[in-house]
């Protein structure tokens, strides 16, 4: 059964840091490009960060470079990212979700609409 399951949200100050992991059963993560997507409360969901499947290339939006770092390990079929310096405007519904590699990362990241698999989502909040 293909699952994909996101977890490590949580409450944290604003300067704070998570780490989120994207983890996979039922089929080989390291095969697909894996997205991380966030909805803010009445806001549209918006992709974070994207790798290419076998980590060529990777992908921030504009709000988050140099703040999250996306990575994988491969010997857990899972993927992670890093959440430095966390701001309020951070807080949203972080998802993951996959795709076949068929799109760069920044067609990936601007597409929610092409991916095969999304995991449920982690809330994080930042907030003192």
């Known amino acids: 059964q293909v699952q994909l399951v996101a977890s490590g949200g949580g409450l944290v100050q604003p300067g704070g840091s998570l780490t989120l992991s994207c983890a996979a059963s039922?089929?080989?993560?390291?095969?697909?490009?894996v997205a991380w997507f966030r909805q803010a409360p009445g806001k549209e969901r918006e992709g974070v960060s994207c790798i290419s499947s076998g980590d060529e290339n990777t992908y921030y939006a504009d709000s988050v470079k140099g703040r999250f770092s996306i990575s994988r390990d491969n010997a857990k079929n899972a993927v992670y990212l890093q959440m430095y310096g966390l701001k309020t405007e951070d807080t949203a519904v972080y998802y993951c979700?996959?795709?076949?590699?068929?799109?760069?990362?920044?067609?990936?990241?601007?597409?929610?609409?092409?991916?095969?698999?999304w995991g449920e989502g982690t809330l994080v909040t930042v907030s003192s």
């Open positions: 039922g089929f080989t993560l390291d095969y697909y490009a």
């Open positions: 979700a996959t795709v076949r590699p068929r799109f760069t990362v920044e067609v990936i990241c601007a597409s929610e609409s092409l991916m095969d698999y």
